[in-house]
């Protein structure tokens, strides 16, 4: 009895677990959104990652593959945590860029999150600003940009 009683409560623990390590309760979103995008198009990556909110210098984000785990700068994304929604979706992409390297995708050219060009998209906005700009400002594109991030 007692031992089924703790395997029970183990089972119950691991079923809570729902990303087998730790993800920033602030980021939780993001991070559902990029599996449920991911999963629309068929796609089942592992939920082990490990996302957290620290201070980065001259980052937004960054990926760590010995630790399995995608930083996100506090300086940066702490303010835009405010609930508007053209400040979520920047974090949004931020998180979906920082994954995409844990999903094992490079940085590449054109109307992409993994575009870190200065040049993207003809504006001159520097990393991917200019994705998200696009991705705010028009929402048809939003379905392509998402189709090319995770389709490469
Ligand atoms: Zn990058």
């Known amino acids: 009895m007692r031992l089924s009683l703790i395997i029970l409560t183990l089972v119950l623990f691991s079923c809570e677990e729902r990303y087998g390590l730790y993800v920033d309760d602030r980021l939780e979103i993001a991070v559902d959104d990029f599996y449920k995008e991911a999963e629309s198009r068929g796609i089942i990556y592992p939920k082990n990652v490990t996302v957290e909110i620290k201070k980065l210098h001259g980052l937004i984000g960054q990926y760590n593959r010995d630790t399995n785990t995608v930083t996100m700068n506090a300086d940066w994304i702490l303010p835009k945590l405010d609930g508007d929604s053209l400040n979520y979706n920047g974090v949004k992409l931020a998180v979906f860029h920082e994954l995409g390297h844990w999903a094992g995708k490079r940085h590449r050219g054109g109307r992409s999150i993994m575009n870190t ?27 392509e940009i998402l189709d090319e991030f995770f389709n490469h």
Do not use: A, I, S, W
């Open 117 to 143: 060009n200065p040049d993207f998209g003809g504006c001159k906005c520097g990393d991917f600003v200019g994705t998200m700009q696009l991705y705010n400002k028009y929402p048809e594109h939003r379905k």
